[in-house]
C-alpha cells in the first residue's frame, strides 16, 4: 500500500508540561489539510545518555527551561528539509531528521523538537488515510492491550517523600481486560488512600500521581500495597501484584548505594541484590527497573542471573531506549527486559527498531510516560502498534497520567472482540 500524503507546513509553539515546566507542542498539517499536533514529555531522573533535550538556558525565562531554541529549529530548518515530503513514510522522514541534527544524541537541534516532529507526523498521516494511530503504526495489526503498571507511592526525585525507591507500581495481573484492570488497580489505589488516612499519613500526590507519605522504611511501602490489596477485596500476587522502579541512579554510583533517606543506610552491590532477593520472597514482586545504577552493568548482569527467572529486570537509564545499547545489554545479558520511552532516543522509528531488537532477543518491553507530562496520548496507541506488552502512565489519578489509560479502554472497546490481553508474567 502506498500513499502520498505531502507535508505542506510544521509549526511549533511553547506549553507547560505537568510541572510547569516549558515544553513544545508541534503541529504538522499535510497537502490534503489535514491537521495534527504533539506535544512533548521531560523526565527528571534522566539517564546520563539520553538524547539531549534542548533548553535555553536564558535564567530570566523560566529559570533556562525555555525551549524557544528548538521550537526556532522546527519552524526553520527542520520545517524547511521536510515540507513536500511524505508523511507516510516515518522511516525516510525520521532518517531525516536524525542527517539533519548530524550529532550522536541530537543536541544539536534537540530531542524534544525532533520527536515532536516524529510524533506529529504519524499523527497526521494515520489522520489522512482514516486509521487509528495504533493500527497506522502497526505493521501487523496489534491487538495486544498493554498491562498497566500503576505507580502508587512516589519516592526518590519525583517526590519529597521518604522513600528512596522511585516508583512502587501495582500490576493489576489477575484481571481479564484492560477496563478491568484499571478498575483493579483504581480501588487499590483508593484503599491505599483510605489506609494512609487512617494511620495519619499525608495523601498529597507526586509527580505520577502516587502518593509520596512519610513512611518509616521502603518496606512499609511494600506492606502497604499488600494490605491496600486485601482491603479492596483483592488477591495479594494473584490479582495485584508489585512492580518497583527503585531508579537507583538516584542513590548510588558504581555499586555503591546510600539508603538513607530512609533510614536503610548504605549498601554494596551485593548488598543490594541481597535486599531485593529478600524482597522478591516476602512480596509478590514481578517486576524491578534499574535497580541498579547506569554504571553499574555487573550490578544488573548479576541480577539477571540471580533472580532473572522469578523477576523482570528492566533496563531504563541503563538502556535509553538506545538500540545500540540495547544490542549490547542483549549481548551482556544485562537484563531480560527494556523500559522504552521515545524522547529518550528522539524518533518514532529509532523506538520501534529498539522495541523489535527486545522482542527478537525474547525480552520483554515496558513503554512508559514520563515524569514530566501532558495530556497527549500517543505512548497509548504505540504499546498496542508495537504489541508492547505492558506500560507505566503512573497512577489512576492526574489528568496527563489518565490520558493514556483512557486513551486503552477506548482502544479496547473500539477493538471489540478482536482485542487480547494477558498477564505477561504468567509463568507457564
Ligand atoms: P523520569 O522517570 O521520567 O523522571 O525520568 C521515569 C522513570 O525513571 O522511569
Ligand atoms: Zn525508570
Redesign the pocket.
Known amino acids: 500500500m502506498s500513499h502520498s500524503l505531502p507535508i505542506s507546513s510544521i509549526d511549533a509553539h511553547e506549553i507547560l508540561d505537568s510541572r510547569g515546566n516549558p515544553t513544545l507542542s508541534v503541529c504538522v498539517v499535510l497537502d490534503d489539510g489535514t491537521t495534527a499536533t504533539s506535544s512533548v ?7 546520563a545518555h539520553e538524547a539531549v533535550e534542548l533548553r535555553d538556558g536564558d535564567h530570566d525565562r523560566y529559570g533556562g527551561k525555555g525551549v524557544q531554541y528548538a521550537i526556532q529549529h522546527v519552524r526553520g530548518e527542520i520545517a524547511r528539509l521536510l515540507t513536500g515530503y511524505d508523511a507516510a513514510n516515518q522511516a525516510e522522514i525520521d532518517g531525516m531528521l536524525i542527517e539533519l541534527d548530524g550529532t550522536p544524541n541530537k543536541a544539536r537541534l534537540g530531542a524534544n523538537a525532533l520527536i515532536g516532529v516524529s510524533m506529529a507526523t504519524a499523527r497526521a498521516a494515520a489522520a489522512a488515510v482514516g486509521e487509528p494511530l495504533h493500527a497506522w503504526l502497526g505493521s501487523h495489526p496489534g491487538h495486544l492491550l498493554p498491562m498497566p503498571c500503576m505507580n502508587v507511592l512516589n519516592g526518590g ?2 517526590a519529597d517523600s521518604s522513600l528512596d525507591f ?2 512502587f507500581m501495582i500490576v493489576p495481573v489477575g484481571a481479564p481486560s484492560f477496563a478491568e484492570a484499571m478498575r483493579y488497580g483504581a480501588q487499590t489505589y483508593a484503599a491505599l488512600r483510605d489506609l494512609l488516612h487512617e494511620q495519619g499519613h499525608r495523601t498529597a500526590v507526586g ?2 500521581g502516587g502518593f509520596a507519605p512519610q513512611l518509616d522504611s521502603n518496606e512499609q511501602a511494600c506492606e502497604l500495597i499488600v494490605a491496600a490489596t486485601e482491603r479492596a477485596g483483592f488477591r495479594p500476587g494473584k490479582d495485584i501484584a508489585i512492580a518497583l ?1 527503585p ?1 537507583a541512579s538516584s542513590f548510588g554510583s558504581n555499586g555503591d548505594y546510600d539508603l538513607s533517606r530512609s533510614g536503610t543506610g548504605k549498601l554494596d552491590r551485593a548488598g543490594l541484590l541481597a535486599l531485593y532477593g529478600r524482597w522478591i520472597e516476602r512480596w509478590p514482586i514481578v517486576s524491578i ?2 535497580g541498579f545504577a547506569e554504571d553499574d552493568w555487573n550490578g544488573f548482569i548479576d541480577q539477571t542471573e540471580a533472580q532473572g527467572k522469578q523477576i523482570q529486570v528492566v533496563g ?2 541503563l538502556l535509553v531506549t538506545n538500540p545500540r545499547i540495547i544490542r549490547d545489554g542483549i549481548a551482556r545479558a544485562a537484563c531480560n527486559a527494556a ?1 522504552i ?1 521515545l524522547n529518550q532516543i528522539g524518533t518514532v522509528s529509532e523506538t520501534m527498531e529498539a522495541v523489535r531488537m527486545c522482542h527478537a532477543a525474547g525480552w520483554k518491553t515496558m513503554i ?5 507530562e501532558t495530556i497527549d496520548d500517543f505512548i497509548a496507541d504505540f504499546a498496542v502498534a508495537v504489541s508492547a506488552g505492558q506500560i ?1 502512565s503512573g497512577a489512576p489519578c492526574r489528568g496527563e497520567r489518565l490520558a493514556k489509560y483512557n486513551r486503552l479502554i477506548e482502544i479496547e472497546r473500539q477493538l471489540g472482540a478482536r482485542a487480547e490481553f494477558h498477564n505477561p508474567f504468567q509463568r507457564d
Do not use: F, M
Open positions: 514529555p521531560s523526565g527528571a531522573s534522566t539517564g526525585k519525583h522511585q516508583e509527580d505520577e522502579d531508579a527497573e534499574d531504563d537509564d523500559l520511552k512508559s510516560h514520563r515524569s514530566g507505566k
